[in-house]
Antibody
Framework: EVQLVESGGGLVKPGGSLRLSCAAS????????MNWVRQAPGKGLEWVSS????????YYGDSVKGRFTTSRDNAKKSLYLQMTDLRAEDTAVYYC????????WGQGTLVTVSS | SDELTQPPSVSVSPGQTARITCSGD??????AYWYQQKSGQAPVLVIF???KRPSGIPERFSGSSSGSMATLTITGAQVEDEADYYC?????????FGSGTTVAVL
């Protein structure tokens, strides 16, 4: 059974940093691209970042470019999102999702940016 | 423009057909994907590459795409199909979600 489990969310002050993790199991993690998608409270889905299976190519949405960094550790079957210079508008549930199709999703982790 | 535009809401009676459109220049060169998100849950892929259905998705869900418009059709909508639906495009360096459509079955 495919499982994606996000962790690392919480309350952080504006300008602060946070690192999210996504632990994968039940599929060949090293063969799949991975993605971060977020959803602000009461709002729609927003693509945040994608990383290829090897980690060589990484892409970001305009709203997070230069502040967020995506990485992965295929040996640990884990995906990461390092978030810096956090703003109130980054408050959202952050999901990791697998593959180009985004065919499997985690349950998400809530990040709240507030003073 | 990178935007994908969807109607905010669609209402349908049980057993009738619901059509959700998604308009964007991206679809002239890329596939459309569709996700269903029920309240409080993570999204679920219901259509990929314009018109393919993942295993486990009911046959009443179908997709099509022509020019700059992609369409998700629910033929014989059920009460359990009430949800938000999002279209999605994938380009080499950029991905975009549509604005989302709330489907009410009543």
């Amino acid at each position: 059974e495919v499982q994606l489990v996000e962790s690392g969310g919480g309350l952080v002050k504006p300008g602060g940093s946070l690192r999210l993790s996504c632990a994968a199991s039940g599929f060949t993690f090293s063969s799949d691209s991975m993605n971060w998608v977020r959803q602000a409270p009461g709002k729609g889905l927003e693509w945040v970042s994608s990383i290829t299976s090897t980690g060589y190519d990484i892409y970001y949405g305009d709203s997070v470019k230069g502040r967020f960094t995506t990485s992965r550790d295929n040996a640990k079957k884990s995906l990461y999102l390092q978030m810096t210079d956090l703003r109130a508008e980054d408050t959202a549930v952050y999901y990791c999702a697998s593959g180009v199709l985004l065919d499997q999703w985690g349950q998400g982790t809530l990040v709240t940016v507030s003073s | 423009s990178d935007e994908l535009t969807q109607p905010p809401s669609v209402s349908v009676s049980p057993g009738q057909t619901a059509r959700i459109t998604c308009s964007g220049d991206a679809f002239r060169k890329t596939y459309a994907y569709w996700y269903q998100q029920k309240s409080g849950q993570a999204p679920v892929l219901v259509i990929f590459e314009d018109n393919k259905r993942p295993s486990g998705i009911p046959e009443r869900f179908s997709g099509s795409s022509s020019g700059s418009m992609a369409t998700l059709t629910i033929t014989g909508a059920q009460v359990e199909d009430e949800a938000d639906y999002y279209c999605y495009s994938v380009d080499v360096t950029k991905r975009v979600f549509g604005s989302g459509t709330t489907v009410a079955v009543l």
